[in-house]
């Protein structure tokens, strides 16, 4: 058996996608419109605050295309607070004129690959990492991967030297992007249909396009990456969230 890389896990992820009925949205009375945008607000809020008090964070964001027109993605200290907001959310007038489009359920993740000496929890810049708050960057991009087990394509069953290697060379790839794309890897082996949720922040989406494109040539991606659907969109905060919302 090889040896399983270790992990070390922060804060749990929810990535809700939604979509809006603009149907039922425009038929509503200005009066519901306007208690539904109200909630949604202080929701906004609340979430800005918990992030404040470094007790989670919290990335809003519109969805470009059909596959969902909005995400919240909550990073909270356990899944019972996300399980929390996501039925406090749900509650609320303004979530019954959305529509569920995708979800997924994750971790924060680092692994060992690349690490260094000593406890890595008495690093803070580790600690940082695992509990980190979303940058406000203009845009997002999301997807779930999986790595391959397919034949003698089986990541799975390489020694742990031999994917330490590839992983390197896919960190020096990643560091090629540092202050231009900042990742967030988190994992959900156990917990959604994919191994690893990818998200992406940049304030030039190109550079989403740059970094993925040149990631499919390293062997890590090109031979054992296997991919879910990518969603990518545009920061959203109070006012921007009420102009898209706007009739
Ligand atoms: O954490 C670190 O910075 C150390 C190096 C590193 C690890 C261990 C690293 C760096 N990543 C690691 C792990 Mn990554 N990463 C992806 C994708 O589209 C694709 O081809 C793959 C999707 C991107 C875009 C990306 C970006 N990485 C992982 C893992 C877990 C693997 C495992 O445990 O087997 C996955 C699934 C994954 C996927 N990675 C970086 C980046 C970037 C930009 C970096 C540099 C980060 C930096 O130096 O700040």
Redo the contacts with the bound molecule.
């Keep these: 058996m090889s040896e399983a890389?270790q992990t070390l896990e922060g804060w749990y992820a929810l990535h809700d996608f939604r979509a809006i009925d603009w149907q039922a949205w425009r038929e509503a009375d200005d009066d519901v419109r306007a208690h539904a945008l109200d909630e949604l607000s202080g929701f906004l809020r609340e979430w800005a605050q918990t992030e404040e008090n470094k007790q989670g964070s919290t990335a809003v964001y519109s969805i470009v295309g059909q596959k969902a027109d909005f995400v919240f993605m909550h990073l909270r200290e356990t899944l019972e607070e996300l399980n929390d907001m996501e039925t406090a959310f749900n509650k609320t007038l303004f979530a019954g004129f959305t529509k569920p489009a995708y979800s997924y359920v994750s971790v924060v993740e680092?692994?060992n690959?690349?690490g260094g000496s000593g406890d890595p929890m008495e690093n803070p810049e580790v600690v940082a990492r695992l509990k980190p708050i979303l940058p406000k960057a203009s845009h997002i991009c999301f997807y779930p991967?999986n790595?391959r087990r397919e034949g003698s394509d089986n990541w799975y069953m390489l020694g742990m030297e031999e994917r330490r290697a590839m992983?390197r060379s896919?960190?020096m790839i990643?560091?090629k992007?540092?202050g231009k794309?900042k990742?967030i890897?988190t994992g959900s082996v156990g917990f959604d249909n994919w191994e690893?949720g990818?998200t992406?922040f940049a304030d030039d989406p190109l550079q989403f396009k740059k970094?993925?494109y040149e990631?499919?040539f390293d062997e890590v991606?090109a031979r054992y990456?296997d991919?879910g659907d990518f969603y990518v969109g545009n920061l959203l905060d109070e006012s921007k969230f009420a102009a898209m919302l706007k009739l």
Excluded: D
């Design positions: 890389a680092l692994s690959y690349m991967m790595k992983m896919h960190g990643g560091r992007y540092a794309v990742q890897i690893w990818v992406l970094l993925v990631m499919r991606s990456g991919f």
